[in-house]
């Protein structure tokens, strides 16, 4: 049986204790829903106070050229190459994962045009789901969702495009990116990943992937409705056609030629101006992974959902643990099955342990690496187990905004 020691003692030994340090957590507070909006770092705010103040008061226009407005969105798709394991040029931030995705399956789909196919599997994110389904039938091909565990018997001669979420928002489950990779070469279709719900909380080799893209704000902490990320592998760089060409992804923007021609490399995906106040806080706010050994944060994030599910199955019979078993099967975060999934996690929150609930039934806890201490992994369940047995639930709202 483990005890509230065992995980003080994993506190003091965590290599990563310190990034903690830079984060404005509220003090009490069990943040468990950095999948969904990762918590503010604290020098987040200056650095938007210079971007807004000193650049834009002062410098106004002249802060494209002399502070480095311009170019900004390559240099921080830079900072997260390394955390994707993708080579120098091959990341671009900008718009919304939701829009580099469309632009990042239509560009593939057309690569492969006499396929028929675009392949994802059911438990995909809606709006991943509603963008293949536009590309579909923009390009005349159609959707096949199957489910999660039968995606590599299904890539075959007819799929165009394998359209993935790494990490499934819902369950937690992960699919092997070398594994799909490789039936998809097999096969000759290309895959784009969504690393949404991995990037930040675990090490990734996306080097012989063909394309990817993934959230700014959750686990790369960089503010709600931060910039997406898009990365295409340089093979096909030349080839990628911009479902949206824009100047921004023009080769010469400033001549402002009337004809379209696409810059080189991944700077082509680009579309138009980006709101570079978002920008600075997602530069700023990578800040905390400078210097960071990705697998580390990985070993950390296998540790905390572990012993996080160790103790449900321990202490909390209420639940079915909906997140695979096996360590190399899931994500960074754990989702419980019961039919009271929101009066549950209401009671949670009132009592400062914050996740999130996902329909029918699931409630999930985002274990970040970055920042979650293991003793949190006790308290919360200590929490959750106070909730069921007095029965506090039943006493709480079933929900309270829009938002869940
Ligand atoms: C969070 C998330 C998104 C978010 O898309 P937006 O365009 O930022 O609203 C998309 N896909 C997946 C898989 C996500 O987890």
Redo the contacts with the bound molecule.
């Keep these: 049986m483990l005890d509230r020691s065992y995980f003080e003692g994993l506190d003091s030994a965590d290599p990563l204790a310190h990034l903690r340090e830079a984060f404005a957590l509220p003090e009490g507070l069990i943040y468990m829903d950095g999948n969904s909006l990762g918590p503010l770092p604290s020098h987040v705010p200056a650095a938007v106070e210079r971007t807004v103040k000193e650049e834009w008061g002062r410098h106004l226009i002249r802060s494209w050229n002399e502070r480095g407005w311009w170019g900004l969105a390559e240099r921080v798709g830079e900072r997260i190459a390394p955390l994707i394991g993708a080579p120098t040029g091959s990341v671009v931030v900008g718009d919304?994962?939701?829009?580099a995705?469309y632009k990042a399956v239509s560009a593939s789909r057309r690569l492969r045009p006499d396929r028929p196919v675009i392949l994802t599997d059911t438990g995909?994110?809606p709006?991943?789901l509603y963008v293949l389904g536009s590309v579909a039938e923009q390009t005349g091909a159609r959707v096949e969702a199957v489910p999660p565990e039968e995606v590599i018997d299904r890539i075959g001669p007819d799929v165009a495009v394998v359209s993935l979420?790494h990490v499934d928002?819902r369950t937690g489950r992960r699919h092997s990116i070398p594994e799909v990779d490789a039936a998809a070469r097999d096969a000759g279709a290309l895959v784009v990943w969504?690393l949404?719900?991995s990037v930040g909380a675990m090490d990734l080799d996306l080097s012989e992937s063909d394309f990817a893209v993934g959230?700014g704000?959750?686990y790369l902490n960089g503010g709600p409705?931060a910039p997406?990320f898009l990365y295409v592998h340089p093979r096909h760089q030349s080839e990628f056609h911009n479902p949206i060409s824009g100047w921004w992804g023009h080769v010469e923007p400033f001549a402002m030629e009337p004809v379209y021609r696409p810059a080189s490399g991944a700077a082509r995906t680009q579309t138009g101006t980006q709101s570079i106040v978002a920008l600075a806080v997602l530069d700023a706010a990578l800040d905390v992974f400078e210097g960071v050994d990705p697998r580390a944060l990985r070993i950390k994030s296998e540790r905390l959902v572990a012993d996080f599910i160790r103790l449900v199955d321990e202490r909390l019979p209420w639940f079915e643990v909906v997140t695979p078993r096996q360590a190399s099967h899931r994500g960074s975060h754990v989702s419980l099955a019961h039919p009271q999934a929101g009066r549950i996690m209401a009671a949670l929150i009132e009592r400062g342990v914050v996740g999130d609930v996902r329909p029918p039934d699931l409630l999930r806890f985002g274990l970040a690496p970055a920042y979650q201490r293991h003793v949190e992994v006790w308290d919360a369940v200590e929490a959750v187990r106070g909730v069921m047995e007095n029965d506090a639930w039943r006493h709480a709202p079933a929900r309270s905004g829009p938002v869940t």
């Design positions: 919304t994962t939701t829009v995705l995909n994110f709006t991943d979420t928002y969504d949404s719900h959230c704000y959750k409705g997406a």
